[in-house]
């Protein structure tokens, strides 16, 4: 990857100090308020800023009354420094005007934050064709375009809250890299550098899972427990709470010297080997088989969604079924536990935070399903069986035919692995009793609308709405935790009105986030006004849709159609070159669009690249969709 984009041309930077370059001189972009406004245009990517968003982002309550003209001079000068050979009476090509707003336009991999996302798909590619050591290489190449605290030098509640978050993606990806690292056996490797992190971080749990792991292998068993120790120290003085069940699990599977920690074997690209009538042998333990010799490798499939990087709560409900599925049980040994709840209530999202924290105790992989047990069209188990055995490495011409064969294979395969398998929006017990592992390393989580009482073995558990304290603190993150502190009643009453459901508290406070000029307190007769007009129509439940209403209403008419058409493909989720097609637009407009979908929480995106509706919302934009049509 050109991590550094070429000499020729400008550039910008946005992940350490503000700056810009042409042909490799740099720019003065003068005053912290005029780079501040140049950070939001670059941030925006391409997309059109209002005068009045650029006023909130940058002076924020503070406002002088003459902002406005301060504005448009900064603009002008940002123009010059942009664009110094243009005469006056030529149009600006750079820093445009649209509308009453300004846009800039940048061409792609100008902007360092767009190389750092390009290393991450790169990275993301390379770890989905089981090159982890490639994936490690594209995320160090992202890494190293962090060259301070981001956005430095720029001022104002918009730089402050994106600074955020962008030190937050940062960590993220270096706890990815380490988690790596540590699959590639670089444990002697990584410990210098992981003890200098937990220094900076010593609240971030994965950092001192990844310091006790990395110690663990490099035989230092009492330094990994003391690293514990001075966690859980850390925890308790800091924040009154004891480690997550993550971490307490593996100090336990420390205590106990569990085999299973020791380094998976290397490498696991390696091509398959597999006689089609004749499963494998146990590829078990891994710390005897040694690369290349002995048992074959199988691939070890990674289909988890991506985690949401703000999780909230559901402290208790995550111990649990943590410690359900690390546990044996059932009648045939293998842990099942199955998540009922309504829409929008969070399940998809608690089980694959729990398989993420669980990442360590199912080594051999996880596998993702969704059943589309809600949809029109529910997927038949053996399909789903049928994309299990392909992911386990079987090729497709040797995959038998009937659901009781492609079920026995599955079974087979899984012998003596540890895989965790997650089997999201079941119908009922029989879309899944043949999608479940049989052997006793494996463990299972199924999602469902209705309880799966007769799923044999299945522990049950029934996720609720949040409590008003958790939707409130999920609120603040995605709105501003200021806003909340500012506005506490205000914000409790709306996310009351959302009925405290994870799905309509997000897509509210998306829209409070984009609108810094807006007090939580106005959301509320708005989200009334939702109630009323729905009213009329007898829509469903009142509390949701009119949540979902409120931030349909803040789309513009180009991103209205494409939210409605968008929701018409059947199948799971839809790729950006196929929305291009549906949305007649280029990939760089359909990609605006679908990401300014995704800010607004109106559309997920599960991998780079992929899109997909939340069930309840695609209902909403079919429903809306024809409504608009009639
Ligand atoms: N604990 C949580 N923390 C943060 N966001 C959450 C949480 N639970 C749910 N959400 C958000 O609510 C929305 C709906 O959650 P989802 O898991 O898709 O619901 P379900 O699967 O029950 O229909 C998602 O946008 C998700 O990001
Ligand atoms: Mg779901």
């Known amino acids: ?153 720029a001022v104002g509640p918009y730089a402050e809250h994106q600074r955020d978050r962008l030190v937050e993606r940062r960590m993220s990806v270096l706890e990815t890299l380490m988690d790596l690292d540590l699959e590639l056996g670089r444990h002697a490797h990584v410990v210098s550098e992981l003890i200098a992190l937990t220094a900076d971080h010593p609240l971030r749990e994965r950092l001192r899972a990844q310091l006790m792991l990395a110690y663990y292998r490099c035989g230092r ?29 593996l100090h336990q599977r420390i205590l106990t010297g569990d085999p299973s920690l020791a380094p998976a074997s290397l490498p696991a690209a390696d091509p398959v080997r597999l006689a089609p009538a004749d499963p494998p042998e146990p590829a078990r333990p891994p710390e005897t088989a040694e690369p290349g010799a002995g048992a074959p490798e199988l691939p070890r499939p990674a289909q988890l969604p991506a985690a949401v990087n703000d999780f909230t709560g559901r402290r208790q409900i995550i111990a649990r079924l943590c410690t359900l599925l690390s546990t044996q049980g059932g009648a045939d ?15 998809t999202t608690l089980a694959v935070h729990v398989a993420h924290t669980l990442h360590d105790l199912f080594p051999d992989g996880q596998l993702y399903a969704d059943l589309r047990g809600y949809g029109e069209e529910p997927v038949a188990p053996e399909s789903v069986l049928a994309a299990f055995l392909r992911a386990l490495g079987l090729p497709a ?31 009922d017990a029989a879309q899944v009793s043949h999608l479940l592992p049989g052997s006793t390393g494996c463990a299972a989580m199924v999602t469902s609308r209705g309880k799966l009482a007769d799923l044999a073995a299945a522990r049950l558990v029934d996720l609720d709405v949040m409590e008003p304290d958790e939707a409130l603190t999920l609120f603040g993150t995605v709105a501003g935790a200021e806003r909340v502190a500012a506005e506490r009643a205000a914000a409790m009453d709306v996310v009351a009105a959302c009925g405290f459901l994870p799905l309509a508290v997000r897509i509210v406070a998306a829209r409070l986030a984009a609108r810094a000029s807006w007090t939580v307190a106005s959301l509320v007769p708005r989200l009334a006004d939702e109630r009323r007009r729905l009213d009329e129509m007898r829509v469903g439940n009142l509390a949701v849709e009119a949540t979902f209403a409120l931030g349909y209403g803040q789309l513009s008419p180009a991103q209205a159609r494409a939210f409605r058409l968008l929701s018409l493909p059947g199948g799971p989720d839809i790729s ?55």
């Not at 605006?592 to 929480?601: G, K, M, R, T």
Request: glycine fraction near 10%; charged fraction near 25%; proline fraction near 6%.
């Open 333 to 347: 040994g293998v842990p099942v536990a199955a998540i009922s709840g309504i829409g929008g209530v969070g399940k």
């Open 1 to 153: 990857m050109a991590v550094h984009g070429s000499e020729d041309g400008l550039r910008f930077a946005v992940l350490g100090p503000v700056q810009a370059w042409r042909d490799g001189t740099e720019l003065d972009l003068g005053t912290p308020l005029q780079r501040s406004i140049l950070a939001m245009l670059l941030l925006r990517e391409s997309r059109a800023v209002t005068p009045a968003e650029m006023i909130d982002a940058v002076w924020g309550e503070d406002a002088p009354p003459r902002a406005l003209g301060a504005l448009r001079t900064y603009v002008s000068r940002l123009r010059a420094v942009l664009e110094p050979g243009r005469s006056p009476r030529t149009r600006p090509e750079l820093l445009i005007s649209v509308g009453r707003g300004y846009a800039l336009r940048l061409t792609g991999g100008v902007l360092d934050l767009t190389l750092f996302d390009r290393g991450l798909q790169e990275a993301e590619a390379a770890r989905r064709a089981g090159d982890r050591a490639g994936a490690a290489e594209s995320l160090r190449a992202s890494l190293a375009l962090c060259t301070g605290e981001p956005l430095a030098g």
């Open 397 to 427: 011409d040797i995959i038998p035919d009937g659901l009781a064969e492609r079920s026995a294979l599955f079974r087979s395969l899984l012998t003596d692995r540890r895989m965790l398998v997650l089997l999201d929006n079941a119908r």
């Open 576 to 630: 950006a070159g196929a929305a291009s097609a549906l949305l007649a637009l280029n990939p760089t407009d359909t990609e605006d669009i679908l990401e300014s979908l995704v800010d607004a929480s109106l559309l997920e995106a599960p991998a780079p690249g992929r899109y997909r509706f939340h069930d309840l919302l695609k209902l909403f934009a079919r429903r809306t969709g024809e409504r608009a049509e009639a």
């Open 221 to 249: 068993q009492a330094d990994a427990l003391a690293t514990f120790a001075d966690t859980r120290a850390a925890l308790i003085e800091e924040l009154g709470i004891e480690p997550g069940p993550g971490l307490t699990a």
